[in-house]
């Protein structure tokens, strides 16, 4: 008689068998068990939205505001994918897919050239609500998907995914092994640094001053109002050749930020990376932060 494994409720950030189990089988993809989220699961979600909402009604930029509207999440419980997917789909064709953890750089590009956006299930504790280090789903459905539901913006994630193919193909033709892997390595790092410095903790003007349309920001209570106010972060306009060479740190709030002017000026950003990808100008960026690990290196390299 075959015994079925039962698992306990909660989709805790770190704590859940469900994802440990998936990392254990090696599965990436994954899907969304919610019945297993627990009602403390939720009660994090609710305390999170709650004291977000008025954050991003002073600090985030317009179009984030029209596509949380656009989206429907209800406050009080975790979103279910379907639900979301249904009403961003019609919009851009993203849509969300549930992942079990870290997506290996290449895969994680790929998904974006691809309208899907990786995203994690499980949600931060409902006693420890700040920031972490790793995404959880308040970030990955409340601080990213908003800006999906844009098309310019949508748009601009793509063509950033399309580089990663670029990059592939480029590195794949370097036949002196050491020097393919000193080149993957910084060009890694600058799209990085691009994808850090922009997406997850880009500023851009608007017509009341600075907004904020970074994920990483649209989700931190915190830091969200540290960014447009604090005397001491430096805010420049995004030039590439700074964002690609500038290290940064994850578990702290950022000193400093770049501002775009539109998702179309953002958009022509990508392009010209491209651009300097082909001249290989991503070749030799300054070393510091972020490291490249290995899973990384071998994700780009499997496909070239």
Known sequence: MSRTTVLEPGLTTSESPFIEQAQQ?????????????????HEAWRKLYSRM??????YANEHFLEGI??????????????EVNKFLRPLTGFQAKAVS???????????????????TITIRRSDKLDYLPEPDIFH???????MHTDKHFAETLVRFGECAHTAADLVSGIRDPETRIHCLTSIIRAMARFFWFTIEFGLMRGRDGLKVYGSGL??????IAHAIEAPEVQRYPIQLEWAINQAFEIDRYQPLLFVVD????????VDQLEGWLKAGKLNNVAPGEPGVNEEDLKSFLRRG
């Open 262 to 269: 539109s998702f179309d000026h953002l958009f022509s950003l």
């Open 140 to 146: 990955d459905i409340a601080g990213h998907v908003p």
């Open 25 to 41: 089988r090696g599965q990436l993809y994954i899907s969304q068990p919610y019945e297993l989220y627990s009602d403390e699961n």
């Open 218 to 223: 649209l989700s931190s209570h915190g830091e």
């Open 69 to 82: 509207g656009k989206l429907c999440l209800d406050p009080n419980r975790v979103p279910k994918l379907d």
């Open 101 to 119: 953890g870290y997506i290996p750089a290449f895969l994680f590009f790929d998904c974006l050239r691809n309208r899907e956006f990786p995203t």
């Open 53 to 58: 909402l008025p954050r991003w009604e002073r």
